[in-house]
């Protein structure tokens, strides 16, 4: 393992990421979400391909055991994307942020709904911190007033829609990680949400500006690379070492939604996502405890057993 380097590849990930949310943002009144879900998916797939060829997997590295579950991860995770897409032109960059931290949490929820996954005391109390941390987010937008006749009461439901589905994407993927590999896992995602996105044309797209579609170009092209990179900091190091650099993206959500936006956080966006981002660290303190433990358990079973 190399911690530093993973480090590195992590917060390079996170930064790499913002900047393509805000692209997105920044040319969501010029397309549609749907479309900016093609043009993210479709121009990240030949950055991966050139990623495989370099790691020489190209010929068998996406190879698909489990195509049925591809998919279902595919269509899940497009959701997801669609949904965030839509709410970023409807709310402010460092409030997205914000909530899309809700999705570790609903990712203890559905391990244990769904992966069978033993949910003790501590990451309840954390789930539900972090839960009371995102409805104080969500709250001014929840109320009856100038918010709903703007659109930002639907954008935090879409952000909040989108962290959900994020969850369930996260489900499906450690399911296919026990046959699948991380190149296949990250491909087929690609391709999938190339092809789901194409159904949305039926309601509409346009025919992007030359400079709108740079932007597009752009935002695919470093999504591919945020995927490689963030990939590449889990073989590195330890997860619960490099998760909490996670948390980078809200410092750079505040920094660039104030620069270029002309956004500036309000106090429930700030005290909220300070109860999430608490509630994230405790879960990933209590995952990386587990593994310990689960490490000692194995050191002391005897061979063969």
Same mark, same amino acid.
């Given at each position: 393992?190399?911690?530093?380097?993973?480090?590195?590849?992590?917060?390079?990930?996170?930064?790499?990421?913002?900047?393509?949310?805000?692209?997105?943002?920044?040319?969501?009144?010029?397309?549609?979400?749907?479309?900016?879900?093609?043009?993210?998916?479709?121009? &990240?797939?030949?950055?991966?391909?050139?990623?495989?060829?370099?790691?020489?997997?190209?010929?068998?590295?996406?190879?698909?055991?489990?195509?049925?579950?591809?998919?279902?991860?595919?269509?899940? /995770?497009?959701?997801?994307? /669609?949904?965030?897409?839509?709410?970023?032109?409807?709310?402010?960059?460092?409030?997205?942020?914000?909530?899309?931290?809700?999705?570790?949490?609903?990712?203890?929820?559905?391990?244990?709904?769904?992966?069978?996954?033993?949910?003790?005391?501590?990451?309840?109390?954390?789930?539900?911190? /972090?839960?009371?941390?995102?409805?104080?987010?969500?709250?001014?937008?929840?109320?009856?007033?100038?918010?709903?006749?703007?659109?930002?009461?639907?954008?935090?439901?879409?952000?909040?829609?989108?962290?959900?589905?994020?969850?369930?994407?996260?489900?499906?993927?450690?399911?296919?990680? &026990?046959?699948?590999?991380?190149?296949?896992?990250?491909?087929?995602?690609?391709?999938?949400?190339?092809?789901?996105?194409?159904?949305?044309?039926?309601?509409?797209?346009?025919?992007?500006?030359?400079?709108?579609? &740079?932007?597009?170009?752009?935002?695919?092209?470093?999504?591919?690379?945020?995927?490689?990179?963030?990939?590449?900091?889990?073989?590195?190091?330890?997860?619960?070492?490099?998760?909490?650099?996670?948390?980078?993206?809200?410092?750079?959500?505040?920094?660039?939604?104030?620069?270029?936006?002309?956004?500036?956080?309000?106090?429930?966006?700030?005290?909220?996502?300070?109860?999430?981002?608490?509630?994230?660290?405790?879960?990933?303190?209590?995952?990386?405890?587990? /593994?310990?433990?689960?490490?000692?358990?194995?050191?002391?079973?005897?061979?063969?057993?």
């Amino acid at each position: 393992m190399q911690p530093f380097r993973g480090i590195i590849f992590k917060v390079l990930s996170v930064c790499l990421f913002v900047a393509m949310a805000s692209i997105i943002k920044a040319t969501s009144s010029d397309v549609p979400p749907g479309q900016a879900v093609f043009f993210r998916s479709f121009f &990240a797939i030949p950055v991966i391909l050139g990623w495989l060829a370099l790691q020489g997997q190209l010929r068998h590295g996406w190879e698909a055991k489990n195509p049925i579950n591809h998919f279902w991860r595919g269509l899940v /995770g497009t959701t997801a994307m /669609g949904l965030g897409f839509a709410g970023l032109g409807l709310l402010p960059l460092p409030e997205v942020t914000a909530i899309g931290y809700a999705a570790p949490l609903f990712v203890v929820i559905f391990a244990a709904m769904f992966l069978g996954e033993k949910v003790r005391l501590v990451r309840l109390g954390a789930v539900a911190l /972090g839960m009371v941390g995102v409805l104080i987010v969500l709250s001014p937008r929840l109320s009856v007033g100038a918010a709903f006749s703007t659109g930002e009461t639907l954008g935090a439901v879409l952000v909040l829609g989108s962290a959900f589905f994020a969850a369930l994407a996260q489900v499906y993927i450690r399911k296919l990680t &026990a046959t699948e590999g991380t190149a296949a896992i990250v491909f087929w995602f690609s391709v999938t949400a190339t092809v789901l996105s194409l159904i949305t044309a039926y309601w509409g797209w346009v025919w992007p500006t030359p400079q709108t579609f &740079a932007l597009l170009v752009c935002a695919g092209l470093i999504g591919g690379v945020g995927q490689i990179c963030l990939t590449t900091s889990y073989r590195l190091a330890e997860a619960s070492l490099i998760a909490p650099f996670d948390y980078v993206s809200m410092l750079l959500a505040v920094i660039i939604g104030f620069v270029i936006f002309d956004e500036v956080p309000t106090q429930a966006v700030l005290m909220g996502s300070s109860l999430i981002i608490g509630a994230g660290a405790l879960i990933i303190w209590r995952e990386s405890q587990l /593994g310990l433990e689960r490490a000692q358990q194995r050191k002391a079973l005897p061979p063969g057993g």
